[in-house]
Each structure stands twice: as C-alpha cells, then as structure tokens.
C-alpha cells in the first residue's frame, strides 16, 4: 500500500485550472520530483500536500490517513523553501528546535535532538550562529535539518536549490539524496532542473499544464518519453512528423529519409501520421557500426560542448543533431562534407501526442 | 583615498546645496537655542528652562500627553499589525486600497477630522427609530473624550505606522515565515508573538516612535476637545511668555532626536541582518 497517495487532486483558482484530475502513489522511502516548466502546477500539487492550499477536488491520504482538509500544523509534513525561509530572530539551535518546542517536548530531548540533526548535516559549530550568518548553502542545509527534527511522515522541498550557485547545488543536492536515503524518509522534490531530478530521484513525474504527462523512473522518463512534451522537455531530441508507408515492417517516412521502428505501428494504416523522436546520442557515424536505419547526410554545423561534440546534419529539408564524445583524437568530418549516419530501431521513439 | 580628496571629488554645486540644506534647518534651530539662553539680560543662562520645567502645569500635561501616545501606540499596533499581516499574507490585492486610506490623514486636515469626532459622538447613541438611548455622548465625560482623541491620534499617526510595519513585513517574507512555522506545527498565536512580532521589531519601533513625536506636539485635536495635552500647553505659553516657549520647543527637537538615535540605533543591527540574505 502507497505510504502518500493523492487520488483525483484538482485545484482551480478562480477560472484557471492550476492541476486537474493528478494521481500518485508514492512508497514509503522513495523520493519523487515534481518536474515541469512554470505554472504547470508542480509547486501548488506540493503546496495541497503541505496544507498550504485546500485540494478543490481528491484526496491526499499520508500513512492511511485522510488529510486532505487538515491544517497545515495538524499535518507531520516537513517543508523545505526555496528561499530557506529561516527564522531571522533565532539562531540555528533555535531554528532546528523550533518544532520540537512548539511540540512541547521537554528541553533535554530538544537539546539531543538539535546536536543530532546538526551532526547531520555536518555544522555541529553552527548552532549560536544567527541565519544571517550563513551562506546560502549553509542556511538549506539549516532549514533541512529543522525541517527533519520533528521526523515528519513527509519531507516536501520546493525548489531548495534554485537560489543557490551551481556548485553547492550539486553538492548539496547529492547531501540531501545521501540523509534523505540514510532516514528513510518518503520526499517530495519540485523543481525544474531536469538534472536535478534526473539525478536525485527514485521516480520523476513530469508535469505540463497542470497534468501528468509521464511518471517513470529518470531511466524511463529519459529513455522512453510517452509524449512530445516529455520528449522535448528532458534533454535534447530530434522530433519528427512522420508518416507510416508499411506497418506491417513498422516502416515510417520523415521527408526523403526512411526509418524502421522497434516499436509495432501494425495497428495502424499506410499514410498515417505520427510524431517520433530520437536522442543526438543515439545517433552515430556508419564507419563506426552499421545499424538498421542509415541515413545519407551533409554537415551543417559542429558544436564543440565540452565532454561532447554536437553536429548537426542535414538531408533535403529534415535536419538531425547527432551527439558524439569528446575525444581528442577523433577526426571530425568538416561542414558540407557528406556523411552516412545510423541508429538502431530501439532508438526511433513514437510518442503518443 | 583620503577624507579631503574624497571631498574633493564631490561637484562644488552638490557641496552648495547641502550646506544651504544644513542652514536652513540648522539656523532656526540655533536661533531657538540662543533666544532660549537669554533670558537674562546680557548673560548666557539656561533660566528659561528651568523656569519652564519647574511650572507643574508642564510635567502634567507633558505625562498626559506622554500617557495619550502610550495608548495610541498600543491601539495603533494592535489594529495595523494584524491588518498589514493578513494583508500580506491572504489579501494582497486589498493593498493599495489599505494603503489609500492610511494617506487619508496627509489629505484630509487634522481641523476637519476634529470636527467630524465632535459632530457624530457629541450626540447620545440611541436605538435607531427610538428614543432608548444607549451610551452617553462620548465629548460628555472624561473617558470617552480620551477615547476620541486616541482614535483621532491613531488616525493621524496611520500613515507612518503602517508604512513603517508594511516595510517591516516586506523585509523579512513574513509569508513563507508564516508557512515554514506552520509546517512545523505553529498555531496562529505563536507565529504572530514568536516569530512575526520579534522580526517586525524594529518596524514597529519606528512607527512607535513617529507616532510618539506626533502626539506630543500635536495642538489641533486637543485643543477643540478640551485635553489638557503637552501641545496646547505649549501654544498657551508662547502666547504669554517669550523664552519659556523656546526652551520646550528646543527640549522636544532633542527629544525627537533621541528618539531618532534609538532607531537609528536599533535599525543598525536589523539592516546587517537584513543584508545578509
């Protein structure tokens, strides 16, 4: 049985509807990420878990329990902002056992309590400093620790690590993957980073216009994207219109360029339209390995991107982008050079809208 | 880079305008400062101010007006607090509506809002269509004519105690404050005395502060409804006396000073605070 399920939730702020007919189930333990573009909903499908806002239809039920109407201080959630949200009046001692004190628990356990979570995030020093004080980092790192002292049913973060510089993002957000496995506690993690989600998370559910577009593992999510939103929205893709001209062979056709599928198109008829994608890096040269769909191309463009090269080939209108590693002893073919590019047939995707 | 060559580097024409600036507001004072001085004839004597200070009528109505800004702070807080919180909090489309009624003081003339206090509550309450009566007109006694000019006095102080708490709460997101204490489990009581009071302090003792000053010297509202208040006291005085006037005049411009010194004082720490984030 799901540890946190919303069944059904919708939420409609005068004549906009901000998340609408939004089903999960997440397992004690797992941490999903809420991941989509600004105003999909992400933030206010978190904020109905909080208690921040009132579901206007579903329910949200955490260890069995409906909570759906309770007040936020009546709910075992902790949360996490993204601007830290620490007490300015209060040190970190006193930020950390701020819940325990509002819990009235006595002084003794509050004190263990808050040298036990700042052991945890690894700032035991820290405790009669003033949030002004601390760096950003140091400051989320506070807030993550008042918000596990009370061991919430829930953990929620809202996009913790937007203010932050990219460096302490990544460190920081592998440091709260790291307590949040050590505790065992079930997460909630909004953002719009897809490497962020991609890299910290047990399952993404990625979010467009206030519904689910797809809810898979980041393998899944990456790999095999069920729209052209998903598709287009994690990493970059080559997205096609194309047309069917032997479902029987799953045979499609983009321009003058033929494709085979692994995926069965059987059930569909010559002359259909449907949309596919295929990853840069599922491209490759044919010297390297010939595959089951060649296509003959010209150079366009070559971009140097660090760890990996993007070049961009063209054939009669349709053009790809094809990603290939770095490697400095690779001999790149030049612009308006005619080349032979291939893929697999696992690799040409069809998405369902 | 030196003090004099940082001098140096600020145009001759910004250096006028200050230092007429410092006259203008300097002179009249000084001039008040040595008339207050001169009481006796050709010597320098603080004579005026003891004069002054040693006439009962000034500690009386100097405490009562010290007593009429004590209460119209405490009024003053409680009605703008809870009213610029839930503003930012559930209602922040109702802002500039509370904000044009707190400049209403700045439009309508303090000679105005005493006479509209006079005309409605010089008049008993009755029962409408009746003749029962149920409260005494409030300009009938003492209490209700304290009531008055406290409410008239909050009124004129709105515009700088809700600026001065709005300020406060826009500083410190007094929202997502509110919502990180209610995820840890926070009643309405406690995140108002634990959390939003203590970083509002600062604010609120400016606004405090302001609405101290403008009590103390004001003349309108007590004069037409009869308190024995520190402003119409001092207006008595400067009609009958010269040098007495001087040196309280002079004694408020340094208590308003150091009143200014506290919150320049206390703002000082917050504002490191604030800069951090």
Known sequence: MAYLELKNISKIFGKTTAVEDFNLQVNKGELVSFLGPSGCGKTTTLRMVAGFEIPTGGKIIIDGKDVTNKSPNQRDVGMIFQSYALFPNLTVAGNVGFGLKIAKKPAEEIKKRVVEMLDLIHMPEYGNRYPY????????????????????????????????????????????????QELGITAIYVTHDQEEALSISDRIVVMYNGHIEQIGTPFQVYNFPETAFVASFIGTLNAFNAEIIDPKTNSIQIGSVQLVTEESIQDR????????????????????????????????????????????????????????FNNPFLELPKIGETVEITCSRQAVIILNH | MTWLSKIRKVPFWSWFWFVLGVLYFVLPLYATLDFSLRMERDTISLKAYQSAFSDPEFLKTFLYSIFLAAMTIVVSIALVVPTAYWIRLRLPQARRIVEFITLMPFVVPAIIL???LIRIYSSPFTIPFTSIVLMQPLTNFKVGTNILIIGGYTVLGLPYMYRSVDTGMRTVDVRTLTEAAQSMGANWGTIITKIILPNVRTALLSGALLTFAIVVGEVVLASFLGIPAFGPYLFLLGQHRAYEPAALAFTTFLLTWAA?????????????????H
């Open chain 2, 114 to 116: 005493v006479f509209g």
């Open chain 1, 269 to 324: 008829k010559v002359g259909d339209k449907l949309m596919i994608a295929i990853r840069p890096e599922r491209l490759s040269f044919s010297s390297e390995q010939k595959k089951a769909n060649i296509i003959n191309c010209q150079i366009e463009n070559i971009t140097f991107l660090g760890s990996i090269v993007r070049i961009e080939v063209k054939t009669g209108d349709t053009h790809f982008f094809m990603d290939t």
């Open chain 1, 133 to 180: 004080q601390l760096s950003g980092g140091q400051q989320q790192r506070v807030a993550l620790a008042r918000a596990l002292a009370l061991s919430p049913d829930v953990l929620l973060l809202d996009e913790p690590l937007s203010a932050l510089d990219a460096k302490i993002r990544v460190s920081l957000r592998a440091e709260i993957r790291a307590i949040q």
């Open chain 2, 260 to 276: 200014m010194g506290i919150i320049q004082l206390v703002t000082g720490g917050q504002s490191q605070a604030a800069g951090a």
